[in-house]
Structure formats: structure tokens, C-alpha cells
């Protein structure tokens, strides 16, 4: 099946500077890629996505960039803030591995942005 | 305000009970599902449905089934609970099957 790796697993960074978290996926045929958050004790959040047919896409401080031909995306905060600190999660669907009709998360990455 | 609602925060139960995680959403969504959050190992899917009495198998089954009786109720079962299925379980619901999943805030399973 959908086989998503997410680096780095944690990130330290100072407010103010950018975070990027990277994932790669193994099924060409996915096309569609969210990226989640999760706060402590609660469930994770949608924060972005991106769809096959477009390589980029913004909403504020958050952007996300798809690279198809290398099967890899990244997610990209700027002037990261204390409530950017959490648990990002990246995901992979539409393949043809599997069974095409599901999320497949990466590891996730604990972000910390320091004062 | 969109909402899923998991029965319980926190379990705790005995080797070889049977559990149920109830899982409610409030938004009339066709697809529901069950995951599993471990440390290192993210969000596993375990079971989904798209429909009324209709089920899937996720990428981890083995030692759970569903229940699907009423579009907005999702259920969970381990039919005979093991130390290795204490972990946190996460219910969400979406619209379509490419769209937005709005997850639960998890329940806490310790089986002793």
C-alpha cells in the first residue's frame, strides 16, 4: 500500500523564523495530500491541502508545496508564533495501492517554537 | 459548528474484556473512521465505512470490527482486549471521501 515518510520528527525553532516539514509518498496515483495539526489533547485539525493538479498553495503564514515528479510535498509555516507549537501531520490519497479511497498519515513532526 | 463526539477520554480495561468506543458526528457525513495514534508510528487506520452497515478493513484489523447501524454512529469493538491494543483512538467523519476528515478529541485505552 500508500507509504508515507514525514522528517524531520521533531523541530525546534525560534519565533519568528520558518518551519518546513517534509514528506515523500510511494504511489504515484495519489492526488490528494492534507496536512493536519494536533494540539495537546485534542484531535488533529486540517490546517491545509493540496490536490495533483497544482504544485502550490498558500493561506497566510502557511504554504504547502507538491513536487509530483519527485513524489514529495512540504509544509512551510513563516514568522512561526508559541501557538504554531504542536504535532503536524502529513497525509497521502488517491492512489491505486491499497485501496485508493483512504488517508494514509505520515509519523508526524513535534513542532516547538521557542521565545 | 461541526462536532465528533468519542464516548469516553480515558478507559482503562482487563485483559480479555470486550470494549466498545462509541464514535457520534453531528454533520451528516457518509464516511466515518477509526484510527489508532501511537508514538512514532502516527495515525494508523483500523476500520472506515462509507455507508449505513457498510465496512472496509483499514491497513491494522486484526483484533477489531465495526459497527455501522446509524449514519452518524460508528462503533469500535475489541472483541477480546490485549495489552498491545492500549494506545489512543481517534474517530473522524467526512463529507466526501478526498475532503476534510473532522476528527474526535481521542480516547485513552489502557488495557491492564
Known amino acids: 500500500g500508500e507509504n508515507v515518510e514525514q522528517h524531520p520528527s521533531t523541530l525546534s525553532v525560534q519565533e519568528g523564523d520558518s518551519a518546513v516539514i517534509k514528506c515523500t509518498y510511494s504511489?504515484?496515483?495519489?492526488?490528494?495530500f492534507p496536512w493536519y495539526k494536533q494540539e495537546l489533547g485534542k484531535g488533529p485539525q486540517l490546517i491545509i491541502d493540496?490536490?495533483?493538479?497544482?504544485g502550490e498553495k498558500k493561506d497566510q503564514r502557511i504554504a504547502v508545496t507538491l513536487n509530483k515528479t519527485a513524489k514529495h510535498f512540504s509544509l512551510h509555516i513563516t514568522e512561526t508564533q508559541p501557538e504554531d507549537s504542536a504535532v503536524y501531520f502529513c497525509?497521502?490519497?488517491?492512489?491505486?495501492?491499497?485501496?485508493?479511497?483512504?488517508?494514509?498519515f505520515g509519523t508526524g513532526t513535534q513542532l516547538k517554537v521557542e521565545l | 459548528d461541526v462536532k465528533v463526539t468519542q464516548s469516553s477520554r480515558y478507559l482503562v480495561k482487563r485483559t480479555g474484556e470486550k470494549v466498545f468506543l462509541e464514535c457520534v458526528q453531528d454533520?451528516?457525513?457518509?464516511?466515518m473512521f477509526w484510527y489508532r495514534q501511537d508514538p512514532g508510528l502516527g495515525l494508523r487506520l483500523i476500520y472506515f465505512?462509507?455507508?449505513?452497515?457498510?465496512?472496509e478493513k483499514g491497513d491494522i484489523p486484526e483484533g477489531y470490527s465495526v459497527s455501522r447501524e446509524k449514519k452518524e454512529r460508528f462503533s469500535l469493538i475489541l472483541e477480546s482486549a490485549s495489552t498491545n491494543q492500549t494506545s489512543m483512538y481517534l474517530c473522524?467523519?467526512?463529507?466526501?471521501?478526498?475532503?476534510?476528515?473532522?476528527f474526535g478529541p481521542g480516547t485513552r485505552l489502557t488495557v491492564l
Open positions: 497525509a497521502a490519497a488517491g492512489g491505486l495501492t491499497g485501496g485508493g479511497n483512504k488517508l494514509t
Open positions: 504511489d504515484s496515483a495519489s492526488n490528494y
Open positions: 493540496i490536490r495533483s493538479n497544482v
Open positions: 473522524a467523519s467526512s463529507r466526501e471521501r478526498y475532503n476534510e476528515q473532522f
Open positions: 454533520m451528516d457525513h457518509e464516511n
Open positions: 465505512s462509507y455507508d449505513v452497515k457498510m465496512k
